[in-house]
């Protein structure tokens, strides 16, 4: 018993069996089903891979969003602490400049 060759011929699939010479109808519609089989299971993959891919491309966006969000808050936050240092800074010369005129009052006051 010779088993049936497959072979690649101008771009198609070939079964022959070379004992009888003939294509065995049966072999070939076992093939075919093998076939659509593979590609039906492929085509499945694909439509799951495709799913998985939308389904990043919406976390993807959600997190560009929500770290727009956070940056724009961040930034917020971030002036707001600046102006806030600004305005302890001012308050720390104002009272520098308060204590030397109570230092250099009182050092007269004494003096005299």
């Given at each position: 018993?010779?088993?049936?060759?497959?072979?690649?011929?101008?771009?198609?699939?070939?079964?022959?069996d070379?004992?009888?010479?003939?294509?065995?109808?049966?072999q070939?519609?076992?093939?075919?089903?093998?076939?659509?089989?593979?590609?039906?299971a492929q085509?499945?993959?694909?439509?799951?891979?495709?799913?998985?891919?939308?389904?990043?491309?919406g976390?993807?966006?959600?997190?560009q969003g929500?770290?727009?969000?956070?940056?724009?808050a961040?930034?917020?936050?971030?002036?707001?602490?600046?102006?806030?240092?600004?305005?302890?800074?001012?308050?720390?010369?104002q009272?520098?400049?308060?204590?030397?005129?109570?230092?250099?009052?009182?050092?007269?006051?004494?003096?005299?």
């Amino acid at each position: 018993f010779t088993r049936p060759s497959v072979a690649a011929e101008n771009g198609s699939l070939i079964l022959f069996d070379p004992a009888s010479g003939r294509v065995p109808l049966q072999q070939l519609l076992g093939l075919i089903s093998s076939l659509n089989t593979t590609v039906l299971a492929q085509q499945t993959t694909i439509t799951a891979q495709q799913s998985a891919i939308s389904a990043l491309q919406g976390t993807v966006t959600a997190l560009q969003g929500s770290l727009s969000s956070s940056n724009a808050a961040n930034a917020a936050l971030i002036s707001s602490l600046n102006a806030s240092i600004i305005d302890l800074q001012l308050q720390i010369e104002q009272l520098k400049t308060t204590t030397t005129t109570t230092t250099t009052t009182t050092t007269s006051t004494t003096t005299t």
